[in-house]
């Protein structure tokens, strides 16, 4: 049973109609991907950045992160802007969505040891500026306080890393 699978995998990845098929079918993939984050972003701010009370975009490039608490996509990147911010703390913003009170978003952040500070976003208004319509989202603000880049859905710390580093050119 097993040698009839490793024969038929051998034949496979050696026949050139199983790659041509793979590849079609790993480019419909990536258009559909990149058709729905593009719809997703349409209505995000680009240029330069809605202004965020007290926050300073001279320190470095910034990330502005939107969440949510009720957000199982943000159960899996919430981590890693946690370990951004202890990295470069004056360089992250978080902005949490419809997701309590502050004293419930503490202790949210606390049960789940996030080390980032937040601005609460109960009434949608600072979203809403942003043109946030999913979470998570992210934003890279240069230095000169204009949207460098735009992201949805999940995204690594080194996804992160990069896009902070390319917005200081």
């Known amino acids: 049973m097993l040698n009839n699978i490793i024969v038929k995998l051998k034949k496979n990845l050696s026949d050139k109609a199983f790659w041509l098929s793979s590849l079609k079918t790993l480019a419909l993939i990536s258009i559909v991907v990149l058709i729905v984050t593009q719809y997703q972003q349409r209505d995000m701010s680009t240029g330069q950045a809605p202004t965020l009370e ?12 939107f969440w949510g608490s009720w957000c199982p996509i943000c159960r ?9 911010a ?17 004293e419930e978003i503490n202790h949210y952040l606390k049960e789940h040891d996030y080390q980032f ?22 934003f890279i ?15 690594s710390l080194w996804g992160m890393k990069l896009r902070l580093w390319l917005a200081s050119f």
């Not at 007290?54 to 992160?65: A, K, Q, R």
């Not at 202890?86 to 502050?102: F, K, M, R, T």
């Open 54 to 65: 007290g926050i300073n975009y001279s320190n470095g490039p910034t990330l502005v992160y």
């Open 76 to 84: 899996t990147t919430s981590p890693f802007v946690s370990t951004l």
């Open 86 to 102: 202890q990295e470069q703390e004056d360089n992250v913003v978080s902005i949490a969505l419809s997701s309590g009170s502050d």
């Open 117 to 138: 500070d937040t601005i609460n976003d109960n009434n949608g208004k600072i979203s809403q500026s942003w043109g946030v319509a999913v979470t998570p989202s992210m």
């Open 141 to 155: 603000i240069d230095t000169q306080g204009d949207i460098r880049f735009i992201s949805t859905g999940i995204t």
